[in-house]
């Protein structure tokens, strides 16, 4: 069975204070991991997709990376319109593209 | 294009009630799906379809069916409401093809089963 812990569960941070987010996944062969942010009372906006051990992808503040066991996401200098939940999400190799598992979600608050 | 929408945003029903949560998309996606996000529990897969006519069941299936006559609509039925159904409920649609293959999110509906 497919699984992704996203940890922390909150992150509080100083505007301008960089940090990481982790997911760690099992997954029977890995087809994609997805990085989503979500706003209160919004549906998930899409941000990275990654494919292979080794991948990185950036955008702007944002960069994500991918190993055999987990992934990252690493916030540089946020601000405080980065606050949001960020979403963990992984599809198996042989599952349906409809199909995604979910992580529980990172709530991420920057304070000015 | 209008994306994913849905609708109802709100809905509230009595234990027993049925109801159907409405899902469209533009972007002639072959896949949809249904998440339901309780707190703390993540997104979790309900129902999906890989196109018109073809559907199956997620992680949690039970209370609820699907239909797909179309390849822009998916809706969800609620036959008999139950507490324990109360949520906010999530459609996402996808291409299927490995490279293109994000799911794109409708704004939710959140609905509460008394």
């Known amino acids: 069975e497919d699984q992704v812990t996203q940890s922390p569960e909150a992150l509080r941070l100083q505007e301008g204070e960089s940090s990481s987010l982790n997911c760690s996944y099992t997954?029977?062969?890995?087809?994609?991991l997805f990085w989503y942010r979500q706003d209160p009372g919004k549906g998930p906006e899409f941000l990275f997709t990654?494919?292979?051990a080794g991948e990185e992808k950036e955008k702007e503040r944002l960069k994500a990376t991918l190993t055999k066991k987990e992934s990252f996401l690493h916030i540089t200098a946020p601000k405080p319109e980065d606050s949001a939940t960020y979403l963990c999400?992984?599809?198996?190799?042989?599952?349906?593209?409809?199909?995604?598992?979910f992580g529980q979600g990172t709530i991420l608050t920057v304070h000015p | 294009n209008a994306g994913v929408t849905q609708t109802p945003k709100f809905q509230v029903l009595k234990t027993g009630q049925s109801m159907t949560l409405q899902c469209a998309q533009d972007?002639?996606?072959?896949?949809m799906s249904w998440y339901r996000q309780d707190p703390g529990m993540g997104l979790r897969l309900i129902h999906y379809?890989?196109?018109?006519?073809?559907?199956d069941q997620g992680e949690v299936p039970n209370g609820y069916n699907v239909s797909r006559s179309t390849t822009e609509d998916f809706p969800l039925r609620l036959l008999s409401a139950a507490p324990s159904q109360t949520s906010v409920y999530f459609c996402?649609?996808?291409?299927?093809?490995?490279?293109?293959?994000?799911?794109?999110f409708g704004p939710g509906t959140r609905l509460t089963v008394l």
């Open positions: 379809s890989v196109g018109a006519g073809i559907t």
């Open positions: 997954v029977s062969g890995l087809r994609g």
């Open positions: 972007m002639n996606h072959e896949y």
């Open positions: 999400a992984v599809q198996a190799r042989g599952t349906s593209y409809g199909k995604l598992t």
């Open positions: 990654l494919y292979s």
């Open positions: 996402a649609s996808s291409y299927g093809v490995t490279g293109v293959n994000e799911q794109f």
